[in-house]
């Protein structure tokens, strides 16, 4: 019983992980550079609640208002930081990327001082006990958004058109372009959506744990960026699989004593480990190279 | 041939300029101003920021009052706070240009890792420190090294000595392996535990400093918690556990828990269960030396970066300031142009010879020669059981 | 070695500027050290810089012209610092904290991160581009979090490990002699038919493949090299430090690193040199300027600095500006004027892509 629990939290972490590796894969998708920064627009969007919760007291108008919050904030960067190298090296924008992490990092510092706020009216408490085992609302809910998202953006991606044209720009940005896609609009949408893919994601990890400060994206940023890869990175199925995949393991992990202080050493292993099997990920497409 | 003496006259001339920034920058240092400088390095950006601010904060203030009453017979003291971002690469920079901006003695490093780089660059050029908070037995190893704070290893030892009293059969322990402070508290204690209690144990690193649902399932059945860490996670940890673990459960912490009711937007009172600790410093104090600290900081800076860390650096700079008197009236001269090495040598003898103080964190604190602090550890409650 | 190809005129001195630059640089701040002229502020900076030239032209390497992209050069550095650390330690006892003593650190250090430098290499014949890049960043999380929780006996847990240091007065230049070595075994490897062939690999790995290029043998050696040099770095490292921390090398590091790299451009070795050189001088002076209040300060500088470096190096709309306001147009005006005012940081990398 006691590890069906442990499973249960290890999906429930794994679904953050999951609609946070979303955002990167998109992006990495369609942009094709990493977006080092995606874990700080979920720091952003933390911040961006609190301040609305200061302000107006409700958590729903906040999660709505930090949503187009980041959803503005992810434009921005892209049209200030990001556009101007498209057609540079993937290095150059992926170095950008780390000083708008850096930047996003340092002003949260100077704006909202050094230690950590908690946001307790985002906190969800209590749970269902289901037989002797008790799990929370939070939980719950991380499940059935992470579902809920899952599916959502699988029908945007598959039936409507901005959706089919994304996809087109993943496959072939130049034939898409060719095909009358804009493909610089649909980069921004891109954005767009993974930046409020972030918002959420930094919702669910306050409701859990409502603490606040201006490093909360980073470590779960990586993690994320490890799950998408794990996953296939590209593929939205993927990033779900690998998130879960990433979360369980992680739960399993720090339930067994022995293991616990090496945690951050298994779950990179499994990375490695899924990538010497099937070296594009779980899901991910193995393209083949044309000379 | 014209192509490469360009380049080469290029490329001297930037070497000149590096050349000219080595020698530019080394004309600002402090001279003739009547003052003493005091070193500190610290987390002032970065993950353990609010530590760093704090003493930064406090030390501030408290040489900002010996200045306006008069400093040291009328010689000012001059902080100078740097930066280390808790990384102890950084550490050895920051020293090295606090020396030559003219550092006679030191607060030392804020957290523990930095502050063993710290001492070991400090025992080479001789120079005083006396460390606010950072804890780890090894940092004074050197004769040059003090430590304001408990040491974890006394802490964990005492704190042991406490809970095998208790007479209880099982209990829980949550710390941060990564972290020196809680690793050095837990090993200690797990050495000093009776044989006889069983423990059950869940720990979180770095990576993972928020969500606690795994650590809190695993120690849902203890009625003990024994948690070595910060208050930052401990709040995390107990508005997280609400309802999972016994309400009647007590929890037990270090001096790490200081602060822990005054942790913005933590909720203490809608905590069920006890909260205790064993530490230096009560930042509920209203009176006394402690209570108008206290008051005086949330006056200056709020009282979101009140901490133990601040209170603890406060009476470090005091305690240094108290010591110079002391040996001024031992005989000795203290100015603001003896060097850092001969004012350490004075203030070891202090230190060393007996030299006591009363302040924030303690009354009638001494020393004893291999630097650890000799003060009463104070068993605070800091909320009991709701009723 | 520079005498005799200084005489051979202009062709040969081109290829050996940067040796004898750096050359002439150590001797002349080792005969201000010794001399007692240097401040100890910055013989730490100079430390600071060696290392960093290290690390920055060895990843240049792997990134730069083998094409690969690695996040994990500070996971090898990692391994050098503690293996090589704890060879001094051990012998430290039996030869003294002398040149002997680091030499076989050194050489145990440097080693023992080629060997791990190998073992990720064979992932990078199966992975490309940003599965690799992921791969060396788990490598090096996984290298940090296992020396600090294996028993702190054996690598000091997480109080760190204790290492000899080094008399500050004399590691720089010892630092500096290193990144000589480096410098010369990378730079000939790269400039042989080898180094075509490594070139040609990240070019088009189907077409060398195909044109009889041992494509396995050359990934495996650019990596060896690469984290063998990383290694020997984080020897020195471990030289500087009385404690190796493994906090240090966690993947903010190695992307520092690979920030100098792109800085002075893909596939430029004195770029990467003038990179690192720049990178770390301007960290270390925001750190020490910026103290205090402001010190919230220095990575809003650093990030405001680096994007519009970045942009201004390499955003296409900005070519023909580039042209106009690069290093070579810039000093020639300079030189007109006779003005010893400069901003080197921004266009002296771009000036310099074609070592």
């Known amino acids: 019983m006691d590890f069906l629990v442990t499973l249960i939290n290890g999906l429930s972490s794994g679904g953050t992980y999951a609609i946070i590796a979303l955002g990167y894969t998109m992006v990495y998708g369609i942009a094709k550079m990493l977006n080092f920064a995606h874990g700080d627009i979920i720091m952003v969007g933390g911040y961006a609640m609190y301040v609305t919760l200061m302000a107006m007291g409700h958590p729903v108008i906040a999660v709505c208002a930090a949503a187009v919050f980041c959803m503005i904030l992810g434009i921005v960067i892209e049209k200030v930081a990001y556009k101007p190298l498209r057609g540079a090296s993937p290095l150059a924008v992926l170095i950008t990327a780390i000083g708008v992490s850096f930047l996003l990092q340092s002003l949260a510092q100077i704006i909202f001082g050094s230690s950590p706020k908690m946001p307790l009216k985002l906190q969800i408490s209590g749970a269902v006990t289901i037989g002797a085992m008790r799990i929370d609302y939070s939980t719950i809910l991380t499940l059935a958004v992470t579902v809920i998202i899952m599916v959502a953006l699988s029908v945007f991606v598959k039936y409507s058109k901005t959706g089919r044209a994304m996809v087109a720009v993943s496959e072939d940005r130049d034939a898409a372009l060719l095909m009358g896609i804009n493909t610089n609009r649909i980069i921004t949408i891109t954005f767009a959506i993974g930046s409020v893919l ?64 090496f945690t951050d050493a298994v779950e990179f292993s499994i990375l490695i480990i899924v990538l010497l099997v099937k070296p594009s990920g779980i899901l991910g497409k193995m393209r083949r190279e044309k000379v | 041939m014209k192509k490469v003496m360009t380049k080469i006259l290029l490329l001297c001339l930037s070497l000149i300029m590096v050349a000219g920034c080595f020698v530019a920058c080394g004309e600002d240092d402090a001279e003739g101003a009547n003052e003493i400088v005091i070193g500190l390095s610290g987390p002032l950006t970065g993950d353990a920021a609010v530590y760093g601010v704090a ?54 490093c804020v957290t523990s890792n930095p502050c063993l780089e710290f001492a070991a660059l400090s025992k080479d050029d001789n120079i005083f420190f006396l460390t606010p908070s950072a804890s780890a037995n090894d940092v004074v190893l050197e004769d040059n090294a003090y430590q304001m704070c408990f040491a974890d290893g006394n802490q964990g030892s005492v704190a042991a000595d406490y809970v095998n009293g208790l007479g209880l059969e ?17 090993e200690q204690f797990k050495a000093g535990l009776s044989t006889s209690i069983a423990t059950v144990e869940a720990v979180f690193t770095d990576a993972n400093t928020t969500d606690f649902t795994t650590q809190i399932e695993t120690l849902k059945e203890c009625s003990f918690i024994f948690m070595p860490i910060y208050y930052t996670p401990a709040s995390l940890f107990m508005t997280q556990a609400k309802g999972k673990v016994a309400d009647n459960a007590t929890y037990y912490g270090c001096d790490g828990f200081d602060g822990i009711e005054s942790a913005e937007g ?88 007996g030299y006591s103080y009363s302040g924030n964190t303690g009354d009638n604190i001494k020393w004893q020669s291999n630097g650890y602090v000799d003060k009463t550890a104070i068993a605070y409650v800091i909320k009991d059981v709701n009723a | 070695m520079s005498k005799k190809t200084v005489g051979l005129g202009r062709f040969q001195l081109k290829y050996h500027l940067n040796y004898i630059i750096i050359a002439v640089a150590a001797i002349v701040f080792a005969v201000m050290s010794l001399t007692g002229n240097i401040k100890h502020s910055d013989t730490v900076l100079l430390e600071k810089i060696a290392i960093a030239i290290m690390l920055a032209t060895s990843l240049g390497m792997v990134v730069g012209f083998l094409g690969e992209l690695s996040l994990g050069h500070a996971g090898f550095m990692c391994v050098g610092a503690y293996l090589g650390g704890k060879t001094a330690a051990l012998l430290e006892p039996v030869l003294g904290n002398g040149i002997l003593t680091l030499l076989i650190a050194v050489v145990v250090g440097g080693l023992a991160a080629a060997v791990f430098g190998m073992i990720i290499g064979l992932p990078a014949l199966r992975l490309r581009g940003d599965y690799l890049a992921i791969v060396t960043l788990a490598f090096g999380e996984i290298m940090r979090s296992m020396v600090m929780n294996v028993p702190s006996t054996l690598f000091g847990g997480t109080l760190g490990l204790q290492t000899p240091r080094y008399d500050k007065k004399y590691l720089f230049i010892i630092a500096f002699a290193f990144v000589l070595i480096a410098l010369a075994v990378i730079q000939n490897l790269l400039r042989s ?60 590091y190695s992307i520092e690193i690979l920030v100098m790299v792109v800085l002075g451009g893909i596939g430029s070795i004195n ?62 005006r300079l030189l007109k004027k006779r003005s010893a005012k400069a901003e080197p940081a921004a266009p002296e990398t771009d000036g310099k892509e074609e070592a």
């Open chain 2, 170 to 186: 099982k209990i829980g322990i949550f710390y941060k392996s990564d972290d020196p402070y809680s690793q050095g508290i837990y």
């Open chain 3, 271 to 332: 770029g990467s040199i003038i990179a690192a050189t720049l990178v770390t001088y301007l960290n270390v002076k925001l750190q020490t300027i910026l103290t205090g209040d402001l010190a919230v300060l220095q990575n809003l500088f650093y990030a405001i600095i680096l994007i519009i470096i970045v942009i201004y190096n390499n955003a296409p709309a900005l070519k023909h500006f580039r042209e106009k306001y690069n290093f070579k147009a810039l000093t020639a």
């Open chain 1, 198 to 261: 972030a918002a959420v994601a930094g919702y669910l990890m306050l409701c859990k744990a409502p603490s606040l400060s201006n490093t909360l994206g980073s470590m779960p940023g990586i993690k994320a960026f490890t799950a998408a890869v794990i996953g296939g990175i590209g593929s939205i199925p993927g990033a779900m699989v690998g998130g879960l995949l990433l979360g369980v393991v992680e739960c399993i992990s720090y339930s067994i004593p022995a293991l616990a202080p």
């Open chain 2, 55 to 108: 003493v930064r904060n406090a030390a501030q203030m408290a040489v900002d009052e010996i200045n306006a009453a008069g400093g040291l017979n009328g010689i000012n003291f001059k902080l100078i706070a740097t930066d280390d971002q808790h990384d102890a690469s950084k550490v050895a920079t920051n020293y090295a240009s606090m020396v030559d901006k003219g550092m006679q003695v030191s607060l030392g």
């Open chain 3, 193 to 252: 038919k080898h180094g075509r062939a490594i070139t040609s690999i990240r070019d088009n790995e189907i077409a060398a493949r195909a044109s009889g290029i041992n494509v396995t043998k050359y990934k495996l050696v650019v990596f060896t090299i690469s984290s063998l040099f990383a290694g020997i770095a984080g020897v020195l490292y471990s030289y500087t430090q009385s404690r190796v921390q493994s906090a240090n090398f966690d993947y903010n």
């Open chain 2, 266 to 353: 933590f909720d203490i009172a809608a905590i069920p269960q006890k909260i205790s600790m064993l530490s230096h410093f009560n930042s509920k104090a209203t009176e006394g030396k402690a209570g108008e600290f206290i008051t005086k900081y949330n006056e200056k800076y709020g009282k979101e970066t009140l901490n133990q860390f601040g209170a603890s650096a406060y009476d470090c700079v005091y305690a240094i300031y108290g010591a110079m008197k002391a040996a001024i009236e031992d005989g000795e001269t203290i100015t603001a142009e003896t060097s850092a090495s001969d004012i350490c040598e004075i203030l070891k003898k202090q230190f060393n010879g």
